[in-house]
């Protein structure tokens, strides 16, 4: 017999006793367990002994005492699951409206039925009733997991609270979240980030600020809040591929010492951040961006090799803020990597600036000379705008002529005559005194047409 037919209890309720065994003998042909009533009365009774659930009531509308309509709104209280159908005559359209009102029936039957008819209807709806049971299921097998997941992500706060007063409260955050959340699914994204940053100390704070910058990002460009969620949590968890790897290799990676082997490994973190996330309802997207945070505009990235718009635009928003930190924020070899292509390619030294304002001109010095190549130059652009906007000032070098020169001003290049005789180095500090000099030495014709300035 069929084990799945045979877990389903069927309820005929009618006063004609032929009408209760004709409905008997063809429904228990099909595997099904039936329960017979006379009377709405004894059906109600019937209804409460049951300790499985009834899966389907077929009441008759004209029954003395309680008709149809008045049995089904009763039995509706006691097992609002069960699929509720009526058995009425062609002439009783105002009992069908007024059981659909009361009793919230499913469907109607008029006598005399078709057997094959309605064997098909009750199949039917015992596969609306089965879907409604499975989603049930899968609804406290969710509440369980988020359950046991809020309690993970509370251990986890804690052992995050020594390591990191910047994670603690990146978890309070989460905390507040979690309340809000009915499904609790930004808790599990955030508490993957925080695992993520855990595991790998050099990380540390570098997902949040990323999803802040890429979000901002985001938002100017004027993509609906939807998307900018989606592209919000892929910041967030764009190296959550790396969780698996030595820490050996992120400080290989992040100080430049990597074999190509080594390389090779961690460049397969955007697909397994993508298969991480393929386990989590309605994040294919945010995977697609986790797979494509590397692609280059020129097609030389990795791991698919997109070119220009073939990269979701969610993902050029986080490749460019992921670079920006890393030059910003990262490790001391990969910044002094940065600041060294920045200091030749300029031919300036670090005297008179700070190290924020060398790391800032790094930063724009980079994108400016990877725009079309590893950046969308419009979107490098963009990103440029959003800088401004956080209130970054990118010092630039300004050409002017000698009489724009004022005290204060910082000469960038060294000063030579037309002969090549030397005047000046560069990042000179120039006073009222040079000033005068190099006038005395312009009055001798031996002054360049041209002088290179800080400007901001």
């Known amino acids: 017999m069929d084990k799945e037919k045979n877990r389903h209890i069927i309820l005929f309720v009618d006063d004609e006793e032929a009408i209760l065994k004709s409905l008997a003998r063809l429904f228990r042909r099909h595997g099904y367990t039936i329960l017979t009533a006379s009377g709405g009365e004894e059906a109600l009774t019937l209804i409460g002994e049951q300790e499985k659930k009834i899966s389907v009531i077929i009441s008759d509308q004209k029954m003395p005492k309680m008709n149809g309509a008045a049995f ?31 009793g919230e029936i499913h ?9 094959d008819e309605l064997i098909m209807q009750v199949k039917t709806a015992l596969d609306h009733y089965d879907l409604i049971e499975e989603n049930k299921k899968l609804m406290l097998l969710t509440r369980k997991q988020n359950k046991q997941l809020f309690e993970f992500g509370r251990t986890m706060e804690k052992k995050i609270e020594e390591r990191s007063l910047e994670i603690v409260e990146q978890n309070k955050k989460l905390e507040f979240l979690n309340k809000e959340l009915e499904l609790g699914l930004l808790n599990t994204i955030r508490a993957f980030g925080a695992l993520t940053e855990m595991v790998n100390p050099y990380m540390k704070g570098h997902g949040k600020r990323v999803s802040s910058l890429a979000v901002e990002l985001a938002r100017k460009y004027g993509l609906p809040e939807e998307e900018v969620t989606q592209i919000e949590i892929a910041a967030i968890l764009h190296d959550i591929g790396t969780i698996g790897f030595a820490n050996e ?4 990676y992040n100080d430049n010492r990597c074999s190509k082997e080594e390389m090779d490994l961690y460049r397969s973190h955007p697909v397994e951040g993508q298969s991480i996330l393929s386990f989590i309802n309605r994040l294919d997207e945010v995977g697609l961006l986790i797979r494509h945070h590397h692609e280059q505009y020129d097609g030389k990235g990795y791991p698919d090799g997109l070119i220009e718009t073939e990269i979701p635009l969610g993902a050029r928003f986080i490749a460019i803020s ?21 200091l030749s390619g300029r031919n300036i030294s670090r005297e008179h600036f700070s190290e924020d304002e060398l790391l800032q001109q790094a930063a724009l010095f980079h994108f400016k ?3 079309f190549t590893k950046y969308d130059p419009d979107i490098v652009k963009l990103f440029m705008d959003v800088l401004k906007d956080r209130g970054v000032n990118f010092a630039q070098e300004k050409q002017v002529a000698f009489e724009v020169l004022e005290p204060g001003m910082v000469i960038t290049r060294a000063i030579y005559t ?33 002088f290179f300035i800080i400007a901001k």
Do not use: H
């Open 107 to 115: 469907r109607y039957l008029t006598k005399p039925w078709n057997d």
């Open 369 to 371: 000379q990877n725009s």
């Open 249 to 252: 290799l992120i400080e290989k």
């Open 418 to 450: 037309p002969k090549g005789r030397f005047i000046l180095p560069q990042n000179t500090e120039l006073t009222e005194d040079l000033l005068k000099k190099l006038n005395i030495i312009l009055e001798n014709n031996e002054i360049p047409d041209a």
């Open 322 to 342: 992921d670079v920006y930190d890393r030059i910003i924020k990262g490790s001391n070899k990969k910044k002094t990597s940065y600041l060294e292509k920045y």
């Open 72 to 102: 089904l709104e009763k039995a509706k209280q006691i097992c609002p699951d069960a699929i509720r159908f009526l058995l009425t005559g062609y002439s009783e359209m105002g009992a069908i409206v007024d059981a659909v009102n009361r």
